[in-house]
């Protein structure tokens, strides 16, 4: 296994992370009855953005 390639399995796992990360804190916010301008309704959306964007990269680059 090179470098390169630890780097994107590395990469990739940490996005897929990303991903769940932001679900759950999407379901969290929304099983606790959070209001619509509720801080975990912005994170779990950034993180499943930006976690969906770098996995998005790593298979386009690959």
Do not use: D, K, N, Q
């Not at 990469?11 to 990303?18: N, Q």
């Not at 929304?30 to 770098?54: D, E, H, N, Q, S």
Request: aromatic fraction near 4%.
């Amino acid at each position: 296994m090179s470098g390169r390639s630890a780097y994107r399995g590395t990469t990739a796992l940490l996005s897929v992370a990303m991903v769940v990360l932001g679900l759950v804190a999407l379901a969290r916010t929304a099983a606790a009855a959070g209001m619509a301008p509720a801080i975990g309704y912005a994170i779990g959306v950034a993180l499943v953005v930006a976690g969906g964007l770098r996995l998005w990269l790593v298979i386009r680059t690959g």
